[in-house]
């Protein structure tokens, strides 16, 4: 594909994208860019989030991956239905019954304002290496594929970007993102599709066919029963479960869009056909991660840098025009919906949860207003500065670890979440902070060590589950019975 041609549909698809902007944010105000007035189309939502969960981490990785991890990863995709479950039956009860905006209001309520902080500051971390890091690494290959060729750095890549996110979240927030979510869910799945039935035409191969190659050249393997192996299937699946609980039911950033549901029982029904609809979409990344390795051994492919070149690599220079610009399109909404709900969810969550906006009453609605535009802007800005970390670190490696390192963070508040709706005691609020520090140390130690303690056990995600048991436990140290 010419550099042209991929420019001129970035330019088209974020054209479109802005119109759409444009027509849900009318009339927008504070209600509209944190919970969308509770008005959103469950169905709306739920299509929506199924982007929103894949981000350019699925979109571009897994496909990568698919021929050294193979299927595992619809073991965690299978852990998923129960963390949904818990999730509408649980935790969106307790957030419709307490009418929340962010969730984390429900740490004030229950422990105490220092509990309450360290949550939201949880999640402001988590969230701002998590997003960055998904962005940049969509917006990385956009780089090093397109931009280089037309001389255009990094930097300003970046910022172009993050600008158009910012300007098109601007006004309407959560309103804007559960329309945009549905447009760059499309696209994304279309840019899948439409490579899987490529590849099997340029193989001159049916895809039943080629399904039968990829299962004997033995790519399709799901369970692995070694318990020592970080993808043993039991260990895979309990993490999937607890994955989507923190990731999704204790991650402001995702409930926002279901708290923006007219009711709780829309809400859950959000929840259920989201989580089930994930099962299928995630199996035909896999899929199409096969079908990539294939195509690459059989066409002699070879592509610079990491498996995350090789989607890009075989789309835009083997498929042909059309799957071309139809990937273009597919990784722009990637990188758009890594960020869009997560600036929105850091803006909502400083806002109200570090500022306190809501607590003041003495402010105007027109000063929370502007309180609001300027935490969003703030933002931006950071999701800048931390993209352009990870291009000055320059090493895959590192970037990694930090990203697994965000992962730490949601320990902590699984901790506390669960702490909190499973025990009726009262905790010492002023120590909360330094537990939740402590875990996710302890945390690592634990991950760094396994393989020399215990006889060469690795772990994986389930470190998550340890971070949020060692929370539990301390807070459980420094509880005491709650008065009737």
């Not at 129960?82 to 957030?95: D, E, R, S, T, W």
């Not at 949880?122 to 594929?145: D, E, H």
Request: net charge positive.
């Amino acid at each position: 594909m010419s550099p042209q041609l991929i420019l001129y549909s970035f330019l088209a698809y974020t054209i479109f994208l802005f119109s759409v902007s444009w027509i849900s944010s009318r009339r927008a105000n504070n209600e509209s860019f944190f919970i969308g007035n509770k008005v959103s189309p469950w169905y709306v939502v739920a299509y929506g989030m199924i982007g929103a969960s894949l981000s350019g981490v699925t979109f571009i990785s897994i496909p990568g991956v698919v021929s050294s991890t193979k299927f595992s990863y619809m073991v965690i995709v299978f852990g998923y239905l129960v963390g949904y479950f818990v999730i509408a039956n649980v935790l969106l009860p307790i957030y419709y019954k307490l009418n929340l905006t962010s969730i984390y209001t429900y740490l004030l309520q229950r422990f105490g304002m220092k509990s309450y902080k360290t949550g939201a500051s949880f999640f402001l971390l988590s969230r701002i290496i998590g997003a960055s890091f998904r962005m940049f690494l969509v917006v990385n290959v956009l780089q090093y594929f397109v931009l280089n060729k037309f001389g255009v750095p990094f930097f300003i890549t970046v910022i172009v970007f993050v600008t158009l996110i910012l300007l098109y979240t601007w006004k309407g927030g959560i309103k804007t993102i559960v329309w945009t979510d549905m447009l760059q869910t499309t696209f994304m799945l279309l840019a899948v599709l439409i490579s899987v039935f490529s590849i099997s035409s340029q193989l001159e191969t049916s895809l039943p066919e080629l399904f039968k190659k990829i299962q004997e050249a033995n790519y399709t393997q799901m369970f692995f029963f070694d318990w020592r192996d970080k993808y043993f299937f039991v260990k895979q699946f309990i993490s999937g479960a607890f994955i989507a609980i923190v990731m999704t039911g204790l991650d402001q950033d995702m409930m926002q869009k279901n708290l923006s549901c007219k009711n709780l029982p829309e809400a859950k029904k959000n929840i259920r056909w989201m989580s089930w609809a994930l099962v299928p979409v995630n199996f035909l990344f896999l899929i199409l991660g096969a079908f990539l390795a294939f195509y690459a051994q059989a066409k002699g492919v070879t592509f610079a840098g990491t498996t995350d070149n090789l989607f890009p690599e075989i789309a835009l220079n083997h498929l042909g025009n059309f799957a071309g610009i139809i990937f273009i399109i597919g990784l722009i909404a990637a990188a758009y919906s890594s960020a869009d709900s997560a600036l929105t969810a850091l803006t909502t969550s400083f806002t109200i949860d570090i500022l306190g906006i809501e607590r003041k009453s003495n402010l105007s609605e027109n000063k929370k207003i502007r309180l609001r535009k300027i935490s969003h802007l703030g933002m931006a800005l950071v999701l800048i500065i931390v993209i352009l970390g990870y291009e000055l670190i320059n090493d895959q490696a590192i970037i990694t670890k930090l990203f697994t390192i965000a992962g730490y963070t949601y320990g902590p508040l699984l901790g506390l979440f669960s702490f909190g709706i499973f025990l009726k005691r009262k905790v010492k609020d002023r120590w909360v902070p330094i537990i939740a520090l402590l875990s996710p140390v302890i945390s690592y130690l634990i991950q760094a060590y396994s393989p020399q303690l215990l006889n060469g056990y690795q772990f994986g995600f389930e470190l998550l589950i340890i971070n949020g048991l060692l929370m539990f436990g301390g807070l459980a140290i420094i509880s005491k019975p709650e008065s009737n």
